[in-house]
């Protein structure tokens, strides 16, 4: 297990993903909001009391608050950050008052408060496509080809060789496709499609419900088919490769080392590593013929977490587990998109999970949380923690578009219920409304942060 990043680097990953996305979020306010000729008064990262600041020559008040899980943007007209609108006998003038956010048109109001959540979306969007632009898309054939111990596909009947197509009648084109339909509905029945010898195979199939560790301990309850599907295809070869001299090529599919037949890659590594220096053969299937390639192990040092040495055998194959096409900007942008709504999708699963009581209320997280995550992705490099990033700035859309009052969404209600009734909800009932959103959000705050307190160690969590 790796060891948890130290709390100086947890707070300084904390604040570089919260601060950045809080003020790309208010600047997509700001920025639409200036669009159609809407003053801003104050821009704040944080809330509470102003620690530094300046005022523009707008006369925009550009500042850091003392509570940084949030921000705002006030603009003109408004009685507070909550965009409660002030007393018509504000006492300003025709051309000051034409520049205040709720004299503007209700389309024009509707899209600078969608404009935050919009590019908190945007952001994830363009991290996801950036990703697929620079590495290329992932295509692995879902052949089944080994299974876990207790394998819920084994036991519905799905066999060693089957193509599964299908899940829930959702088409699979590539092993990327199938966590979306399994990850995130552990104990849940699924209907499988395979394909066997040429024709379709309908199998139920309960998802087997698992508990995981990632390498910091964090523990996940999971979806499981515990399926193993990494085809034994050799992608390549590193330098002085034993397999390379020996005549393996790039296509190759192992079947066989030694006397033993494999049918996955992970089957390779325990039959070689014990034997360095020696002498076996290898089979490959190539072309449809197979070929027996005689070659003498090869040799390296291999060292465990502890600093202990091992001489282990190699061959020197990497892994043909699917292939990476690369992808041109537009089509990169296409599965940016796809992937952020799909990412959203699990966040409306995860919450209808919890409303049902299909996953438990512990799970709910908070900044606490938030900020060991941060530290631990931040510690494993730049491309994880970017991708963290993009998690939470979608998670930040989300939660900003529900109907809330004091949230965006719960502005963008009234705009609704404005449109239909043709004439805007009295200031009281906005008023209390928001006060009832605040504090549900509050609320809400409280039981996520002490969630995360009792999940610590320190509290026996």
Wanted: glycine share 12%; hydrophobic share 45%.
């Amino acid at each position: 297990m790796t060891a948890s990043p130290n709390l100086l680097t947890t707070i300084f990953a904390f604040l570089l993903v919260l601060g950045p996305l809080v003020l790309i979020h208010e600047l997509g306010h700001y920025l639409v909001g200036r669009l159609f000729g809407v003053k801003a008064d104050a821009f704040s990262i944080g809330f509470g009391k102003e620690i530094a600041g300046w005022t523009d020559k707008r006369g925009t008040r550009w500042k850091l608050s003392m509570l940084p899980l949030g921000g705002y943007v006030q603009f003109a007209g408004d009685m507070n950050p909550a965009s409660a609108p002030s007393a018509a006998e504000d006492g300003l003038s025709a051309e000051e008052r034409a520049m205040t956010f709720h004299v503007k048109p209700l389309w024009q109001r509707a899209l600078i408060v969608f404009a935050g959540p919009l590019t908190n979306f945007v952001l994830c969007v363009l991290i996801l496509a950036g990703f697929v632009y620079a590495h290329g898309r992932l295509i692995a054939d879902a052949e089944v080809v080994g299974f876990s111990e207790t394998s819920a596909a084994k036991a519905a009947g799905v066999e060693v060789g089957d193509h599964i197509v299908a899940i829930d009648g959702n088409r699979i084109d590539s092993v990327t496709d199938i966590p979306e339909r399994t990850v995130y509905y552990p104990g849940k029945a699924v209907e499988l499609v395979v394909e066997r010898d040429g024709r379709s195979v309908v199998l139920p199939v309960t998802l087997a419900n698992e508990e995981v560790s990632d390498d910091f301990g964090n523990k996940a309850r999971i979806g499981d088919l515990g399926v193993d599907f990494a085809v034994p295809v050799v992608s390549g070869f590193t330098s002085d490769s034993p397999a390379e001299q020996a005549g393996m090529k790039i296509g190759d599919r192992i079947v066989a080392v030694g006397e033993t037949s494999i049918n996955s890659f992970r089957e390779v590594p325990p039959l070689i590593m014990p034997k360095a220096g020696a002498s076996t053969t290898i089979t490959v299937m190539r072309d449809g013929q197979a070929h027996v390639l005689p070659m003498t192990i090869g040799s390296a040092i291999q060292e465990d977490e502890k600093g202990n040495k091992a001489t282990v055998g190699r061959i020197g194959v990497q892994s043909g587990f699917g292939r990476l096409e690369p992808v041109g900007p537009v089509e990169a942008l296409g599965i940016g998109v796809d992937r952020s709504f799909a990412l959203m999708g699990t966040i409306v699963t995860g919450i209808r999970q919890i409303v049902t009581g299909d996953r438990s209320v512990r799970e709910l997280g908070g900044p606490i949380k938030i900020a060991k995550y941060s530290g631990e992705q931040f510690s494993l490099g730049w491309e994880p923690f970017v991708g963290f990033v993009a998690m939470i700035s979608i998670n930040l859309a989300f939660i900003n578009l529900l109907p809330i009052p004091g949230l965006d969404g719960g502005h963008l209600a009234f705009y609704a219920a404005e449109l239909v009734r043709r004439k805007p909800l009295g200031l009281r009932s906005q008023e209390w409304a928001i006060r009832t959103g605040v504090a549900l959000v509050l609320a809400l705050m409280l039981f996520v942060t002490v969630n995360d307190l009792a999940s610590l160690p320190i509290f026996g969590g």
